[in-house]
């Protein structure tokens, strides 16, 4: 298997990060928070692999989102 780029890593850090993010939710609406999070990663996995900017700025804002997703008082999540 060839090695990971970093921004290659990065996604995985942001996308596991999300999966961990889902089991502080309701056991009710954990299924929603992990469709929302797989839709939102596939939207985009067709976009250029070597559009460097395009990754970076959907990096940024997945940690963006994800902060938000985090707070406590959300506890679902319509997609």
Do not use: W
Request: charged share 35%.
């Amino acid at each position: 298997m060839p090695r990971l780029s970093g921004l290659q890593k990065d996604v995985l850090v942001l996308y596991r990060r999300c999966l961990r993010a889902c089991r502080a939710k309701p056991a009710e609406t954990r299924p929603n928070f992990k469709a929302f999070a797989r839709r939102e990663f596939d939207k985009h996995i067709e976009h250029n692999k070597k559009d460097f900017s395009t990754i970076e700025f959907m990096l940024r804002k997945g940690h963006r989102q994800l902060e938000i997703y985090e707070a406590p008082g959300v506890t679902n999540i319509a997609g």
